[in-house]
Nanobody, 122 residues
């Protein structure tokens, strides 16, 4: 098992920044790909970004490219999502998840955190 806990969400004005953290415990964290997903009001859960086990490979959704950056610190068992130039449409509950493979498909991720709310006001 891998336990994941997100933090760093909150209320921010459009154009502002937030950094989300995903702290992991349990199995060897460095064996896993970690992804960020989000689910807005009345919407399905969607992929945001993912990072490979060593941080050498990342993938991001087109909607966040150039604004969000994913990174990881295996020594701290933590993955970060730096979110800049936030827009009201970024409002959602953000989840981190872990899987053995680099994929954008939420259904393949085995372990999930409880989520953290991000609200962007206009």
């Amino acid at each position: 098992q891998v336990q994941l806990v997100e933090s760093g969400g909150g209320l921010v004005q459009a154009g502002g920044s937030l950094r989300l953290s995903c702290a992991a415990s349990g199995r060897t964290f460095s064996d896993y790909v970690v992804g960020w997903f989000r689910q807005g009001p009345g919407k399905e859960r969607e992929f945001v970004a993912a990072v490979t086990w060593n941080g050498g490979g990342t993938v991001q959704a087109d909607s966040v490219k150039g604004r969000f950056t994913i990174s990881r610190d295996n020594a701290e068992n933590t993955v970060y999502l730096q979110m800049n130039s936030l827009k009201p449409e970024d409002t959602a509950v953000y989840y981190c998840a872990a899987d053995r493979r680099l994929t954008t498909n939420a259904r393949t991720y085995d372990f999930w955190g409880q989520g953290t709310q991000v609200t962007v006001s206009s």
